[in-house]
Nanobody
Framework: QVQLVESGGGLVQAGESLRLSCAVS????????MGWYRRAPGKQRELVAA???????NYADSVKGRFTISRDNAKNTVYLQMNSLKPEDTAVYYC???????????WGQGTPVTVSS
């Protein structure tokens, strides 16, 4: 019943753009903060961007100004628009739903993004 399904990853050249999508079950989408995390090879998973049910956002310093997180309530979907991609953005990107009150988190399986120089 708790489903998060990412899509939109792929291989692009530096400077190009991608948009990731995360389709979320209705009940989870309605009450949780949504976020995008990424894990590069040999590194810890890090928060890329997050958006609350009220629309407040925050971003990692490394992506601020280049990435935009948004949500479509009609489609129960959260997006990550990634512009001006850099090789260091290469990672597997994971969609996350986090409930502030209960501290429960749910994860998608990830979608890989590779940025060539």
């Amino acid at each position: 019943q708790v489903q998060l399904v990412e899509s939109g990853g792929g291989l692009v050249q530096a400077g190009e753009s991608l948009r990731l999508s995360c389709a979320v079950s209705r009940t989870i989408f309605a009450i949780n903060t949504m976020g995008w995390y990424r894990r590069a090879p040999g590194k810890q998973r890090e928060l890329v961007a997050a958006i609350t049910s009220g629309g407040s956002t925050n971003y990692a310093d490394s992506v601020k100004g280049r990435f935009t997180i948004s949500r479509d309530n009609a489609k129960n979907t959260v997006y990550l628009q990634m512009n001006s991609l850099k090789p260091e953005d290469t990672a597997v990107y994971y969609c996350n739903a986090h409930n502030i009150a209960t501290l429960l988190s749910y994860w998608g399986q990830g979608t890989p993004v590779t940025v060539s120089s």
